[in-house]
């Protein structure tokens, strides 16, 4: 058998063997297990604590400026998704979040050597979808909220908390790595022509 043969052979992923072989040096570094896992328990453990401090500081005081016209702390809970969506829809959000979050896991698991930015996003995505699920699952199918931005005099944006910030930054993290990534490849591809 030719050298080519045995090398299609290998890749197949009808080989068992070889097609585990492929996976396992494909799976994330340790560097990227010790920068998502951490980020995820303690974003997640961030996001808990200020729910609960801030609605046990604001239970009987309503909202607190802290730049005046611009940013408040408010009591706010949602029983939708972002700006209301599906509100009221308790079983389906919930579902959708252990879905996304089982998404994310894969991505993470199976995405191979990705860089560091992109497991960063990807711990801040399964930080924030667990915060929120956990409100869920906990606090009657609604989300708190308490961070409260006026971005046009009388115009406030929807409230939110730590876990939706944690999505965005995620979001822009992904969006910023594509930007690299992209840059990367045609580099490579320039120096191999």
């Known amino acids: 058998m030719s050298e080519l043969n045995r090398l299609e ?3 197949r992923p009808s080989s ?4 585990l072989k492929c996976q396992i040096l494909r799976l994330p570094s340790l560097k990227a297990h010790l920068v998502f896992w951490p980020l995820t328990v303690v974003g997640l453990a961030l996001d808990l604590w200020t729910k609960r401090a801030v609605f046990d500081w604001l ?6 400026p802290i730049i005046n016209g611009f940013l408040q702390l408010v009591l706010a ?3 939708g998704a972002a700006f209301g969506i599906a509100a009221g829809q308790h079983h389906l959000l919930a579902a959708v979040s252990i879905a996304a979050l089982i998404v994310i896991l894969a991505i993470f698991l199976f995405s191979g050597r990705q860089g560091k930015l992109v497991h960063i996003a990807l711990g801040l995505f399964a930080a924030g979808v ?3 699920l956990w409100d869920r699952v906990f606090n009657n199918g ?8 006026m971005y046009w005099p009388g115009r406030h944006w929807p ?3 730590v876990a939706d ?3 965005c930054i995620g979001v822009g993290l992904l969006i910023i790595s594509t930007f690299f990534t992209g840059k990367h490849f045609r580099k490579h591809a320039q120096q191999h022509k």
């Open 165 to 167: 910030t944690m999505l």
């Open 77 to 79: 809970e949602n029983d």
């Open 130 to 132: 667990c915060g929120n």
């Open 9 to 11: 052979n290998a890749a």
């Open 16 to 19: 068992g063997r070889a097609f």
């Open 142 to 149: 609604r989300v708190r909220d308490f961070i409260d931005v």
């Open 159 to 161: 409230a939110f908390n």
């Open 59 to 64: 239970e009987h005081q309503g909202s607190i």
